[in-house]
């Protein structure tokens, strides 16, 4: 049974959510442009799941779909995989790694393009990176008998 600081902290997490995940696209989306980009927004995009997982823990269906499934990982995995093939493509086209004037004719185009795929990977590296170390150290304490 929940105690009455947890329903607060609860209710609060749940309004609180949408305003830290608006925040985490506005910083991903415009990461090409201004101070931000992915690894801001795959940490910010971090908050809401280590906070359900310490309101909830692996009780519920989505925790336990959190804690015991490679999801996460998987989803950092598949930001290096990303980041990798983005680079290669600049190569396959005739440029070096990570060259974006080979994605458009434009080069301002390109670059953009290229810029926006690469934060997109980073940040999906991040999110996956640290919520796989946040739930290591979830299952550690769960597990050890600290008596």
């Known amino acids: ?10 209710i609060c997490m749940h309004i609180i959510t949408p305003p830290i995940l608006m925040f985490a696209f506005y910083l991903q989306f415009h990461g090409e442009v201004s101070p931000g980009g992915g690894f801001q927004s795959g940490i ?30 998987n989803i950092g995995l598949t930001g290096v995989v990303m980041y990798i093939l983005i680079g290669l ?4 086209l005739g440029g070096e790694f990570l060259d974006y004037s080979t994605f458009s004719k434009s080069a301002q185009i390109a670059q953009q393009i290229g810029i926006f795929a690469i934060e997109a990977a980073v940040c999906m590296a991040v999110f ?3 919520s796989t170390i946040f739930l290591s150290f979830y299952k550690y ?3 050890k008998n600290f008596s």
């Open 128 to 130: 996956g990176s640290m």
């Open 1 to 10: 049974m929940k105690t009455l600081d947890n329903k607060i902290l609860a």
């Open 44 to 73: 910010i995009f971090t908050i809401p799941i280590i906070v359900y997982i310490m309101l909830y823990g692996s009780t519920t269906r989505q925790g336990y779909i959190l804690t015991q499934t490679p999801l996460l990982k």
């Open 141 to 143: 304490i769960m597990h």
């Open 89 to 92: 493509i600049g190569n396959l």
